[in-house]
T-cell receptor, first 113, second 116 residues
Framework: QKEVEQDPGPLSVPEGAIVSLNCTYS??????FMWYRQYSRKGPELLMY????GNKEDGRFTAQVDKSSKYISLFIRDSQPSDSATYLC?????????????FGKGTKLSVIP | NAGVMQNPRHLVRRRGQEARLRCSPM?????VYWYRQLPEEGLKFMVY????????ESGMPKERFSAEFPKEGPSILRIQQVVRGDSAAYFC??????????????FGPGTRLTVL
């Protein structure tokens, strides 16, 4: 079983739709969670960062963490064609001394005008 | 305020040659991470360095790969005697000094290595 599971998609939605992206993880040592957006042939760009269970909102983006279920989500409201990209979830162990990120494989999203 | 810089952006090597990838962290950042992204795969951690120190190299292949982050100049990821399986995008990320688990990493644009 991989440490971080993420459905690779592709996911295609019409403009204006609400998008839900999800990751599950197996190791409860993961304590810090991020979502990155990666456009084709570009570097990952940090979107959201959170460490506690619950919701965190930033504009059209909401990150949700459920540590009891080992499940994290990213919601995008009023999706735009410019949101078309690959979305990567990433996690960090706590207290390990090395802060390497463990990534999901990414979900490719297309928002159709 | 420049972000993380990587060069070259594209690198072509023949099998058996050496590849040198360079990373300049964001201004004020002294922690550097290298990740590799194989086609159709997620990003995989390779190595974590601070100035003049390798902190964690648990993701580095045991042979042919090395990394350094000297006191002056960029961090270098070096791949000796490249093979076709080394073809990938290599990303560098940086974070501030006194980095804690809660500090986020900022990524560069990547170097795309193609081995012929």
């Amino acid at each position: 079983q991989k440490e971080v599971e993420q459905d690779p998609g592709p996911l295609s939605v019409p403009e204006g739709a609400i998008v839900s992206l999800n990751c599950t993880y197996s190791n409860s040592a993961f304590q810090y969670f991020m979502w990155y957006r990666q456009y084709s042939r570009k570097g990952p760009e940090l979107l959201m960062y959170t460490y506690s269970s619950g919701n965190k909102e930033d504009g059209r983006f909401t990150a949700q963490v459920d540590k009891s279920s080992k499940y994290i989500s990213l919601f995008i409201r009023d999706s735009q064609p410019s949101d078309s990209a690959t979305y990567l979830c990433a996690m960090v162990y706590s207290g390990a001394g090395s802060y390497q990120l463990t990534f999901g494989k990414g979900t490719k999203l297309s928002v159709i005008p | 305020n420049a972000g993380v810089m990587q060069n070259p952006r594209h690198l072509v090597r023949r099998r058996g040659q050496e590849a040198r990838l360079r990373c300049s962290p964001m201004k004020g950042h002294s922690h550097v991470y290298w990740y590799r992204q194989l086609p159709e795969e997620g990003l995989k951690f390779m190595v974590y360095l601070q100035k003049e120190n390798i902190i964690d190299e648990s993701g580095m292949p045991k042979e042919r790969f090395s990394a350094e982050f000297p006191k002056e100049g960029p961090s270098i990821l070096r791949i000796q005697q490249v093979v076709r399986g080394d073809s990938a995008a290599y990303f560098c990320a940086s974070s501030p000094p006194m980095s804690r688990t809660t500090d986020t990493q900022y990524f560069g644009p990547g170097t795309r290595l193609t081995v012929l």
